[in-house]
């Protein structure tokens, strides 16, 4: 079992910058990818960035030049730096990992969403 936990989400005004953060927790698991995805009222949940470990990285073309996904593998935390802030990124933003147990298996698995607002 994995447990992802976001944090960094808030009120900012357009142009503004956030970092989102992502703690994976829990045993018995490789953690094979990372990413982020949001969700904005009335709308499907889409692909922000994602994240292979040792691979490249991939972005939403809304967000390239302008959002930076990283991870710290030791700590398994995954951050995702957002600058240059518009209001059509509000949105909920999940955290994602794909991790892999003991006998090879991939579960997918979610963190509870961190508010995003831009807004002036």
């Known amino acids: 079992q994995v447990q992802l936990m976001e944090s960094g989400g808030g009120l900012v005004q357009p142009g503004g910058s956030l970092r989102l953060s992502c703690a994976a927790s829990g045993s018995g698991f490789s953690i094979k990818i990372m990413g982020w995805y949001r969700e904005a009222p009335g709308k499907q949940r889409e692909l922000v960035a994602t994240?292979?470990?040792?691979?490249?990285?991939n972005y939403a073309d809304s967000v390239k030049g302008r959002f930076t996904i990283s991870r710290d593998n030791a700590k398994n935390v995954m951050y995702l730096q957002m600058n240059s802030l518009k209001p059509e990124d509000t949105a909920v933003y999940y955290c994602?990992?794909?991790?892999?147990?003991?006998?090879?298996?991939?579960?997918?698995?979610w963190g509870q969403g961190t508010q995003v607002t831009v807004s002036s």
């Open positions: 994240m292979p470990s040792g691979g490249t990285t």
């Open positions: 994602n990992a794909d991790a892999e147990d003991w006998r090879g298996l991939h579960f997918s698995y």
